[in-house]
């Protein structure tokens, strides 16, 4: 049964958070409590899982990218795209009823996904790296939202708008909502359907699964259209948290937390596999870190290294090759997955 837990995936970033949450308890006894506050429950734990709902967003289109051996630099700055469009977007109507709110939304989300297919085209019909490709999109991006802002921070009076972000459902933030609405209909396509398997297909070796009679080109143009809705839907919550939009500074970063929590959560920038379960585990862990940084007072400057060290210690927990030279079990069997495995994970 050990055995058994140890090969999961989920297994060691299950454990990482855990340990990140229990410091959390021995600086502050009160971190667990949760309590119902004007019928909303209220708590350290609750905060993690809404501030942490863009990542986890971005992540899981992010892991789809991923698994057919491209990555996405461009979610940052489509993050600042979507939060600008929607921002201004309702700021130029008259701020009534709710058509301004499905205007940004449904605005954002349709500059965001063809965005996301820019990408895609420039990857699977030209032959651009995918690095090359979305690091275009990186500069660009970050350049169009700060000309849509006019580089200044545009704040937003418009009551419905705040509730993508910073609303309540049944007690719950509705950012969490949109998050399981996105992660159970992303399983649903790629684990019940034969789409995961197109996906892991193209990842391994796109040529073959060419001739096995598997469009390759439409299969990446589709994940990175998927990548830039949800890096949409991110920036969208991002915006309405704190009713503005800032062409500057939003998104920043985000891209790197969202490889990190990809590749904590178990799938290889070497594509083939993918695990979105263990993705949204990384998420929570980068969150959790973050948030434990700032209530234990780690020095801000300080605060990336502080994330690097525990990003590679949870990539060094999973390696087997790693737990059996230091703690002397876990044997290898160097199957074909596994080395499929090695590289940037060290699994």
């Not at 469009?85 to 309702?90: K, L, S, W, Y």
């Not at 809705?229 to 969208?236: I, T, Y």
């Not at 500074?249 to 083939?272: H, K, P, Q, R, Y």
């Not at 780690?298 to 087997?320: D, M, R």
Request: aromatic share 8%.
């Amino acid at each position: 049964m050990i055995k058994s837990m140890l090969k999961s995936r989920l297994f060691w970033p299950i454990i990482v958070l855990l340990l990140i949450l229990m410091i959390n308890l021995f600086v502050d006894s009160s971190f667990f409590s949760i309590e119902v506050r004007n019928g909303h429950l209220t708590g350290s734990l609750i905060d993690i899982l809404n501030r942490g709902a863009p990542l986890m967003l971005i992540s899981i289109g992010m892991t789809l990218v991923i698994a057919t051996k491209g990555i996405d630099l461009s979610v940052g700055s489509v993050i600042a795209m979507s939060g600008a469009i929607g921002a201004m977007t309702v700021a130029s109507t008259d701020g009534t009823g709710l058509v301004p709110l499905f205007m940004a939304i449904g605005l954002s989300l349709l500059i965001c996904t063809l965005v996301g297919s820019w990408n895609g085209l420039l990857v699977s019909r030209i032959g651009v790296q995918p690095i090359v490709a979305t690091l275009i999109l990186m500069v660009a991006g970050r350049g169009v939202a700060q000309l849509i802002t006019g580089g200044q921070i545009t704040t937003v009076y418009y009551d419905p708008y705040s509730y993508i972000g910073g609303g309540y459902l049944l007690a719950l933030p509705f950012s969490v909502f949109i998050v399981a609405f996105v992660f159970f209909v992303a399983v649903l396509l790629t684990r019940k359907t034969a789409l995961g398997l197109f996906i892991e297909a193209v990842g391994s070796n796109p040529d073959a699964s060419r001739l096995a009679g598997i469009n390759s080109k439409n299969i990446m143009l589709m994940v990175y259209m998927f990548s830039g809705f949800c890096a949409g839907v991110g920036g969208l919550i991002l915006s309405s948290n704190v009713m503005s939009a800032d062409g500057n500074n939003a998104g920043l970063w985000f891209e790197l937390d969202a490889i990190l929590a990809v590749v904590i959560g178990g799938t290889s920038l070497m594509g083939g596999r993918f695990y979105l379960m263990g993705t949204v585990m990384g998420a929570l862990i980068i969150q959790s870190l973050t948030t434990t940084i700032y209530s234990i007072g780690v020095p801000a400057e300080t605060n990336l290294v502080v994330k690097a060290i525990v990003v590679l210690v949870v990539c060094l927990l999973q390696s087997p090759e790693f737990r059996r030279k230091v703690f002397g079990f876990g044997k290898v069997k160097r199957t074909g997955e596994q080395k499929e495995r090695e590289g940037v994970t060290l699994s």
